[in-house]
């Protein structure tokens, strides 16, 4: 294992609100990330399906002002490229879920949450799909209730997540489709229940 991913998954990140997150949290955005330099590192990784003998290819760049997700996926194989966080600590009981601000290429994503939760002392990641529209910015609101607990891509009947807990984000393309993908990642944050007229609400 590379010494710079090793020292990646050791680290445990705290992530605080903001003063005005801090003054009310339930009418305001929690800023997760917005990748600027005043952002936290989140500690972005890499997971692709070559872990389980796949043949997709993907990276990630957020050099700029937006974090760059692209390479192309094989079905002959498992499918999937993925982005995750170093471990985090978050306390986002106060928000109702996900906003992410998104130019995509009109192929379906996931966006992945891991939480406390265990199924046979094992760590239950938790999944939501979302579309994109291709060469246009887009706001994906995902509901913490949209959620889906899985165990290695395997569908589970709980525990359902718990927004007090979270312990690491990720994204991922696992939409069962070969070729190339990209996808433009320009904030991450939480919300509250008030919707925006072009928020695309995403699907379980």
């Known amino acids: 294992m590379p010494a710079?991913?090793?020292y990646g998954l050791l680290l445990m990140i705290t992530l605080a609100?903001?003063?005005a997150a801090a003054e009310s949290p339930a009418a305001a955005?929690?800023?997760l990330t917005d990748f600027t330099p005043a952002s936290p590192d989140l500690g972005w990784y890499v997971v692709n399906d070559?872990?389980?003998?796949?043949?997709?290819e993907g990276d990630f760049d957020h050099s700029g002002k937006q974090l760059l997700f692209a390479?192309?996926?094989?079905?002959?194989g498992g499918g999937f490229s993925s982005i995750r966080t170093s471990p985090m600590r978050v306390d986002l009981s106060?928000?109702?879920g996900v906003r992410l601000r998104v130019k995509g290429d009109g192929r379906r994503y996931t966006w992945r949450l891991t939480s406390n939760a265990r199924w046979r002392g094992r760590q239950v990641s938790f999944w939501a799909d979302f579309d994109t529209r291709a060469g246009e910015w887009t706001t994906v609101d995902?509901?913490?209730a949209n959620f889906i607990p899985k165990f290695r891509g395997f569908r589970l009947d709980g525990p359902g997540i718990d927004p007090g807990s979270i312990t690491g984000m990720g994204l991922m393309i696992y939409d069962q489709q070969d070729g190339p993908?990209?996808?433009?990642l320009a904030s991450v944050h939480a919300y509250t229940a008030e919707q925006t007229p072009d928020t695309i609400q995403a699907r379980n």
């Open 71 to 76: 390479g192309r996926t094989n079905t002959n």
């Open 94 to 96: 106060a928000h109702d």
């Open 17 to 19: 609100p903001t003063d």
């Open 29 to 31: 955005e929690f800023l």
């Open 50 to 56: 070559n872990v389980m003998g796949g043949r997709s």
């Open 181 to 184: 993908f990209e996808l433009q």
């Open 4 to 6: 710079l991913l090793f």
């Open 142 to 144: 995902i509901p913490f």
